[in-house]
């Protein structure tokens, strides 16, 4: 038996979205996956809603602009102020 023959269970299809969503999963492990979703209602609402979360938080981020950048004197400053451990 192949891999894409064995069953996922719906916790596994849980631990696969981001690699299914990112393209990342090989075609054994997707066609079992989508085999999966195929034949689970449950696992299908939860992806759907998985998606619309993902798009919600890029969109979120669309105008942020906190990615300008960061002063390095503050970065210095931050570094600086920071607790030293023993072994730093």
Known sequence: MTRAQEELTCRQVADCLADYFAGELDAEKRAAFEGHLAA?????????????TMRLAQAAYVDDH?????????????LAARPRRPHD
Do not use: K, N
């Open 40 to 52: 689970c209602r449950d696992c299908v609402t939860y992806l759907r809603s998985y998606a619309s």
């Open 66 to 78: 906190a990615s300008v950048g960061v002063p390095e004197r503050l970065v210095q400053a931050i």
